[in-house]
């Protein structure tokens, strides 16, 4: 969901199971640092696999995503997931924030409209949106 939804670390460890709405396929994404929050769509494989995962657990805690003790996550649980998982890729340099920027590149390259990508990643002002279009050689298609 970081990825998908473009989430910081601290945005995915603060979401609430009262934040989805899995009738309608949303997901209610409350920004950080003055973001703009917003209501994002969740996609079927996604869906799918939130329903299973809510499914299988037994608690009755208020956040999505728990550690095996019953707790929110931490931020320091997350680093060390996402580590753990590029180590087994064999990726280097890969912490939860380059899953949010991939989202921003993925969009742009994808040939998503800058203002979408802004408001998709709770961005009030379009500077830190912009870099995300740069390289994005779609946005050149179609010139000539």
Not at 47 to 60: C, F
Not at 91 to 96: F, K, Y
Not at 101 to 118: E, T, V
Request: net charge positive.
């Amino acid at each position: 969901m970081i990825y998908r939804h473009g989430l910081r670390v601290s945005e995915a460890i603060a979401l609430r199971k009262l934040d989805l709405n899995l009738v309608q396929s949303r997901v209610w994404v409350e920004r950080l640092k003055n973001g703009l929050s917003v209501e994002q769509p969740i996609a079927g494989d996604e869906l799918r696999a939130i329903k299973r995962y809510l499914n299988m657990r037994t608690d009755n805690l208020p956040w999505l995503f728990i550690s095996e003790r019953e707790q929110p996550l931490t931020r320091q649980a997350v680093n060390y997931i996402i580590k753990s998982a590029a180590k087994r890729c064999q990726l280097v340099n890969v912490h939860p924030h380059t899953l949010r920027h991939s989202c921003g590149y993925y969009l742009a390259n994808k040939g998503a409209d800058l203002r979408l990508i802004q408001d998709y990643l709770g961005h009030r002002d379009p500077k830190h949106t912009v870099h995300y279009t740069r390289i994005a050689g779609s946005r050149f298609e179609g010139f000539w």
